[in-house]
């Protein structure tokens, strides 16, 4: 539902983001589009933001990310508006990425209790999820 929700907002808001970073689930929405996705339109702490996210990545992406935001077709109004629906998507995405983060780790945990996890992982194709579940 939230990779829905956000496919939505960049469709709307900068529809050329998608066409740089194809996962939408990717670490690169936490670095580039909190800082990023209004600074075609509004300089200032974002675009200083938005300078120091570029050193995270490829400075070929970057660029790439930079110029379709400043030949952006995205909508342009009520930007107030989108700024806090974008944070709240984006705090939903950062909430179950713990969640989920949290339950692997008590898997993995669990499976290193049975004393078998090096042999069921040693099986092609199976981790540490379908692992515990066994």
Excluded: C
């Amino acid at each position: 539902m939230q990779k829905n929700r956000l496919a939505a907002f960049l469709d709307e808001y900068f529809p050329e983001y998608q066409g740089v970073f194809k996962d939408l689930l990717g670490k690169a929405i936490m670095v580039y589009i909190k800082p990023f996705a209004f600074s075609q339109r509004h300089k200032g702490k974002e675009h200083r933001a938005t300078d120091r996210a570029f050193n995270r990545v490829g400075e070929k992406r970057a660029t790439k990310l930079k110029e379709a935001a400043q030949e952006s077709i995205g909508v342009e109004e009520g930007l107030e508006t989108a700024r806090v629906r974008l944070k709240s998507i984006l705090r939903e995405f950062e909430f179950y990425n713990q969640e989920l983060e949290t339950i692997n780790q008590k898997m993995e945990r669990a499976l290193q209790r049975t004393r078998l996890k090096d042999i069921i992982l040693s099986i092609p194709g199976i981790w540490v999820v379908t692992a515990a579940g066994f």
